[in-house]
């Protein structure tokens, strides 16, 4: 998948509990992202990123909180998971084009 | 208005069938254009671009037409592994967010 990492590909959660979707790219590229896809909604951006240290808001960012410490590495943070945010989420590098991983599948009862 | 759409589909085309989506974009500044493509529960991978002058690649024809703000992707002899959902998508410049249209589906039959 062009060198993006996510981790884990499934997870169930209890409505709030916290977690961390982890992303990982080995290809050096300064914009990462992050991805909700729903039936029938398409992709909606979270948050993004266009380099260590600098994040932004996308377009459905509530309830999600992101970092950048290094390049490699931009995590996704569900403070307190609620049953809306059960989705497919996909990160992905670069944005001329954009790469993605794998996705994860995750539920929130 | 949304930023890109496309018609949902499906598109259920017989095998050797020729078949085209449009994709329409409300930014008339939007500058890169791109065709994805995403099988049932995977993850979108990139077809191809869509530069100005339009582009071929095997079996895909891509074309921009920028008066109009549409891209269009054409696909000839259809094969069984060319049924997916079909993303249009575009940005403005490499500094900003892509914007990905809902998907077209395929579903080329026997």
């Known amino acids: 998948n062009a060198g993006v990492t996510q981790t884990p590909k499934f997870q169930v959660l209890k409505t709030g509990q916290s977690m961390t979707l982890q992303c990982a790219q080995d290809?050096?590229?300064?914009?990462m992202s992050w991805y909700r896809q729903d039936p029938g909604m398409g992709l909606r951006l979270i948050h993004y990123?266009?380099?260590?240290?600098?994040?932004d808001q996308g377009e459905v960012p509530n309830g999600y909180n992101v970092s950048r410490s290094t390049t490699e590495d931009f995590p996704l943070r569900l403070l307190s998971a609620a049953p809306s945010q059960t989705s497919v989420y996909f990160c992905?590098?670069?944005?001329?084009?954009?790469?993605f991983g794998d996705g994860t599948r995750l539920s929130i009862l | 208005r949304k930023e890109v759409e496309q018609d949902p589909g499906p598109f259920n085309v017989p095998e050797g069938a020729t078949v085209a989506f449009n994709c329409t974009y409300s930014?008339?500044?939007?500058?890169?254009f791109f065709w994805y493509r995403q099988d049932c529960r995977k993850e979108p991978k990139l077809l191809m671009s869509?530069?100005?002058s339009g582009n071929e690649d095997g079996r895909f024809t891509a074309q921009l037409n920028r008066a109009s703000q549409y891209i269009s992707l054409l696909i000839r002899d259809s094969k069984l592994s060319d049924s997916a959902t079909y993303l249009c998508?575009?940005?403005?410049?490499?500094?900003?967010?892509?914007?990905f249209g809902t998907g077209t589906r395929l579903l080329v039959s026997p």
């Open positions: 930014n008339s500044a939007s500058q890169s």
């Open positions: 992905a590098d670069s944005n001329q084009p954009q790469h």
């Open positions: 290809m050096n590229h300064e914009y």
């Open positions: 869509v530069y100005s």
């Open positions: 998508v575009v940005n403005m410049n490499r500094f900003q967010k892509l914007v």
């Open positions: 990123s266009v380099g260590a240290g600098i994040t």
